[in-house]
């Protein structure tokens, strides 16, 4: 399969690019920062890409058009987390934020949406504090409100593209430790770490759209 990733310079997205392209499928690997690891990796294309920045995405149709013509599943993992109090974050906080964790996603699926067939499953990797009555915490507002939009968002499309038989899908993920976790909460440790995420994602990424479309999976050992 041709699959696209976001967000692959670390963490999650990193691990997923590894463990799909090593299943021998096709991966599209796109972050600010390539990590040089990827580049020795078979069957990876890495593109330097700011998904926030809507033109820079125009390197992504130029390569799908060129060279895959065709997209069988799409991980929007890419994703900034702000730890910030709320009377400290201001508009510009916010716009830096939603333009990775909402608008990065929109813009990317549109350039996509020529290139995905019937049987396409996309992803967007959300967060348990998107989740409306799930545990919030504190200085998340702009991270957590932007995930809450993701997920709508994923609702919206599944139901306008339903009948060209493309899935969308949200994995809503419970704290994981990555480097962007550590980043903002240093000293906390997740009880998951990426490599075991990416386990999970990716096999959800292969199989999950036989069983779900518009649906919220919450990936989490904790509740709420």
């Keep these: 399969m041709k699959i696209i990733i976001t967000g692959t310079s670390r963490g999650i997205g990193f691990e997923l690019a590894k463990q799909l392209s090593a299943l021998g499928h096709e991966v599209l690997a796109i972050s600010r920062k390539i990590n040089p690891k990827l580049l020795s990796q078979p069957n990876v294309t890495s593109l330097s890409v700011d998904i926030a920045k809507e033109k820079e995405l125009n390197q992504v149709n130029e390569f799908i058009s060129s060279t895959w013509h065709q997209v069988d599943i799409m991980i929007h993992n890419a994703g900034l987390l702000l730890s910030k109090p709320f ?5 510009e906080d916010f716009e830096y934020v939603y333009k990775t964790n909402f608008f990065g996603v929109a813009n990317l699926t549109r350039i996509c949406l020529p290139y995905l067939k019937p049987g396409s499953h996309v992803v967007s990797i959300s967060s348990m504090g998107g989740i409306q009555g799930s545990m919030k915490f504190s200085g998340l507002s702009a991270y957590s409100s932007s995930k809450g939009a993701l997920i709508t968002l994923t609702e919206l ?11 969308f899908n949200v994995l809503a993920l419970g704290a994981v430790q990555t480097e962007m976790l550590a ?8 009880p998951v770490t990426a490599a ?3 386990h999970y994602i990716a096999h ?8 779900h479309n518009g649906k919220i999976i ?7």
């Design 196 to 198: 075991q995420m990416a």
């Design 157 to 167: 499309l599944a139901e306008e593209y339903k009948e060209q038989g493309i899935a």
């Design 87 to 91: 009377a400290q974050t201001t508009q």
């Design 204 to 211: 959800f990424a292969l199989t999950g759209n036989q069983f």
């Design 218 to 224: 919450q990936v989490s050992s904790t509740t709420p």
């Design 183 to 190: 980043e903002a909460f240093p000293g906390y440790q997740a």
